[in-house]
């Protein structure tokens, strides 16, 4: 699904290199989660994988599904199945929440050379969708996470990965800012698109998310770099006793 | 201080171009005369007034005018699904043919040399009045001409609530038209009334609108200004708002050479309200400029200014917003906000933001910004698969809408959404 070889990545403006020599295999059907210290350059990887302006890709490659993904607009690899789940959500003041996503899925269908979904479908399924996320007709009705709580602005992006269906979903933080019953709610969101053709890179700093989401594979970011990787006894490895041992073991 | 050679010489020739109407009641000749004599007195608009810094008003005075192609387009009319009174203008010319029967229940309508004609005494309380009243503190030269000179237009006067609102459609035939309308509309105590109007007009087109509004009376006013790019227009807002009145005028305009448009709003009486607003999207060798003025002389009254402007490749906005707290206009909320959205590097948006206050009770505030579109929502929107073209659209009518979402009537205002994203999108195309 995606293969990320040797990335190193910096800020454009700056003299500062952030990814150093990423290597990163994510198989479909598989849900692979990424820890590591504050810092070490896991959002930065999401944004190079979604295409973000400001970052300098200094070598490497990362393919999806056979297409070279450096080499594509944002909206191109959205089209091509690529997701994020944002560590920040934005608010966007004046576009509404519906009209963002039917605006976005219809965008998709057409790039692919898929129908457009009519309305009366789109609502259907929106609602449908909006529903097991816990997620009001009105906050669907407001512009895009304009006044939402944090905790919704993160079940909104969740709904956002459940309407549009993507293959490869990179969730950064998706857990942070979320009471209990939310991220029962995400994690359910996220396991019931679970799938052969899909997989997950689930970026979190607690062990509690992947009780709800069990990942196949475990990776340690530090420094820009995977410096480990192992099974989810890795992440119960972190909640107990952080990232110190590890750290030094690769040192 | 003495006005300037070139200002009254300009003022002249203003006046020598356009025929002195003829046949006209004495009292409708003495304001014509007034009018002639304001605009004598105090000269023609010139680059170097105050108010005109920003606005050259040159190919507003010129003679003859510079043309301006009609522009063809295949676009089903704006308001075309309301149901209304549709009065059309062929070059600033009334057409029957083309217009509905002119009569609705509720309004007195009628055009306004027929008015001008007669001894009407509300048309004699309200004709040039509004006008010479907003002559003052800042001189307005053309909607002095316009007085002086304007023979088209009609006289509304307005009882209860008209089932419909009222359409003047400005069409544009002619590359070297030349117009001038004025209209009048009485609002009566507690009545309500909608005018709409639309259409390029002409090559050049100067437009007076006077609305008096008696006490609970609304009045609503939403305006969009046609596309044609070579198209020139100086327009004057003339309002006064009596106890417990309601006044909201929008306006849209795309694209267009040059477009002046002025508004002037007095509270007479307490408890107001009044909302000027404008949406605006231009590129290329495009100038519109809003010059908006409310004088705040009653209590408890409230005005919102909401421009803004869309502009790229060179295109230039610009925004003249006063707000005058009259000493005993106590507990006065006043609101100004102009913006501008620029989409490259060569547009640019000026903004002159004035208060002037004299009550000490008062709530005012006012903001103005000037930036690009925010990089980091296009992002998120292209994340999603949007492409950069759509992203900005959306971002380009988010950034309208506080401006749209002004008009009362949301019919009216998913009329305008309607057509403004029709527009971006062909232009996308
Ligand atoms: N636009 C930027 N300007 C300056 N520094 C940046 C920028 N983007 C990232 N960095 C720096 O790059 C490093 C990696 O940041 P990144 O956000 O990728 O870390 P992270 O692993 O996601 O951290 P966290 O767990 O706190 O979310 C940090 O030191 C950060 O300060
Ligand atoms: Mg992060």
Redesign the pocket.
Known sequence: MLTIKNLHAG?E??D?K?LKGVDLEVKAGEVHAIM????????????VLAGRD?YDVTEGSVEMNGSELLDLEPEERAAAGLFLAF?YPVEIPGVGNMTFLRTALNAQRKARGEEELNAADFLRMLREKAKALDISQEMLKRPVNVGFSGGEKKRNEILQMAVLEPKMCIL??TDSGLDVDAMKLVAQGVNALRGKDRAFLV?T?YQRLLDHIVPDVVHI?AE?RIIKTGGPELALEVEHNGYADILKSVA | MAVPALKLDGAQTLLAAAPEPSGEASWARSVRQAAARRLAERGAPVRRDEYWRYTDPQSLTCQPPVAAAPFENDEAPLFGGADRLKLVFVDGVFSRELSDPVELEGIEIQPLSEALSTDIHWARELFGVLEARGQTPVDRPMAALNTARATEGFAIRVHGRPGKPVNFVYLHEDALSDAMVHNIVRVEAGADFTLLENGPAAARFNKVLEVDVADDGAFHHVRAQGRDHERRAVTGTFARLGARSTFKSFTLTVNGRLTRNECVVEFTGDDGIAHVAGACVGEGDFRHDDTVFVTHDAVNCESRQVFKKVLRSGAMGIFQGKILVKPDAQKTDGYQISQGLLLDDDSQFLAKPELEIYADDVACSHGSTCGAVDETLLFYLRSRGVSRGEAEELLVLAFLDEAIAEIEDPALADDIRARLAAWLARRRR
């Open positions: 800020l403006e700056e500062k952030i590591g210290p504050n810092g070490s350059g896991k959002s930065t990887l999401s944004y400001g560590q950064d933080e970026i700093h970011m820009g």
